[in-house]
């Protein structure tokens, strides 16, 4: 068990620009998502997936915001048109589902994105 | 209201007993969680505790857990400096049961 990965760990941008993050789960983790932090806030959900499928969106992803998880392994999320907003931690988390119980989240060390 | 609610700072002696509180929303949350996050990195899990249970001990940790009032704590018995960091509440709600639900978390500082 090596852990939920996250690549970047950093990464710096221009306003308009569009990014892309990996995230790879543990690998016997059919459940994955995607939480956004900023400074002295907890983690705010934006989206999960259960193998392939997009089960749910929070409305704070906005449209320049898309998330895939294409062969229910590993997923990228990518924003465009980046805004100063949007500077923050992303993070990644992954979870076993199965029989009606969650195992409980496990989180990678995320992407600090910063807009300039 | 919808917040899960902590307060935001904390600070004890090296060897004292921390205790970190947090008051959740939904009297229907399934599981209920405590992470730990040093700066600059992710979440990591501490323990965790199912909502027909109201104690669960874990080593140095005690979670004990009030349904009527909709009150969780952590309790850190022996704290050292290495237990600085924020820690964060969080719940698992019946009506939406991927996604977690965390508070602003605690800051904790332990002086030597």
């Known amino acids: 068990d090596t852990g939920v990965s996250q690549n970047p760990r950093h990464k710096i941008t221009k306003r308009g620009q569009n990014v892309t993050f990996r995230c790879d789960p543990i690998?016997?983790?059919?459940?994955l998502y995607w939480y956004r932090q900023t400074l002295g806030q907890g983690p705010e959900f934006l989206t999960y997936?259960?193998?392939?499928?997009?089960?749910?969106k929070s409305r704070l992803l906005s449209d320049r915001f898309s998330a895939e998880r294409p062969k229910g392994s590993f997923s990228t999320l990518e924003i465009q048109r980046t805004e100063q907003g949007d500077s923050a931690m992303y993070l990644c988390?992954?979870?076993?589902?199965?029989?009606?119980?969650?195992?409980?989240?496990?989180f990678g060390n995320g992407t600090r994105l910063t807009v300039t | 209201g919808e917040d899960v609610e902590q307060s935001l700072f904390l600070s004890v002696r090296e060897g004292d007993s921390s205790v970190i509180n947090c008051t959740y929303t939904?009297?229907?949350?399934?599981?209920l969680y405590w992470y730990k996050q040093e700066p600059g990195a992710g979440l990591q899990l501490l323990t965790y505790?199912?909502?027909?249970?109201d104690m669960k001990q874990d080593q140095r940790l005690t979670v004990l857990l009030n349904k009527k009032d909709k009150h969780l704590s952590l309790r850190i018995a022996d704290t050292q400096t290495g237990d600085s960091a924020i820690y964060f509440c969080?719940?698992?709600?019946?009506?939406?049961?991927?996604?977690?639900?965390f508070g602003r978390g605690t800051q904790l500082t332990v002086w030597p």
């Open positions: 997936f259960q193998n392939e499928a997009q089960l749910e």
């Open positions: 505790i199912f909502s027909n249970m």
């Open positions: 988390a992954s979870s076993h589902y199965g029989g009606g119980d969650n195992s409980p989240l496990h």
């Open positions: 690998s016997e983790h059919n459940r």
């Open positions: 939904d009297s229907s949350s399934t599981y």
């Open positions: 969080a719940e698992r709600r019946g009506s939406t049961l991927g996604r977690l639900y």
